[in-house]
């Protein structure tokens, strides 16, 4: 079983910056990547950005390429969100998910490839 906690969401004017971080507990061997996601009210959840977990590998949702920023510490089992120059637009709910078995990386953007989600948490941006 994977645990995922997220923090660090909050509320920031347009064009700050939040640092969102995800702790993943329990046995994350079978997930070969991790990614961020989003859903605002009365919206489909959506990709945000998607990492590898051992080779190279990063992808972004074209909306916030040059804005975001996702890492991972392998060593401390977390996965991070910077996000900068933040528009009201991104106000939504922040979920990190952890791939299921198999997932296609390809598809890294799609919430249908991942098992594990965490709770969420809250980033609203003010204009």
């Known amino acids: 079983q994977v645990q995922l906690v997220e923090s660090g969401g909050g509320s920031v004017q347009a064009g700050g910056s939040l640092r969102l971080s995800c702790a993943a507990s329990?046995?994350?061997?079978?997930?070969?990547?991790m990614g961020w996601f989003r859903q605002a009210p009365g919206k489909e959840r959506e990709g945000v950005a998607a990492?590898?977990?051992?080779?190279?590998?990063?992808l972004y949702a074209d909306f916030v390429t040059g804005r975001f920023t996702i890492s991972r510490d392998n060593a401390k089992n977390t996965l991070y969100l910077q996000m900068n120059s933040l528009k009201p637009e991104d106000t939504a709910m922040y979920y990190c998910a952890a791939s299921r078995y198999g997932g296609n990386w390809f598809r890294a953007l799609d919430p249908r490839e991942y098992r594990h989600w965490g709770q969420g948490t809250q980033v609203t941006v003010s204009s």
């Open positions: 329990g046995d994350t061997r079978t997930s070969h990547f």
């Open positions: 990492v590898y977990a051992v080779i190279s590998g990063i």
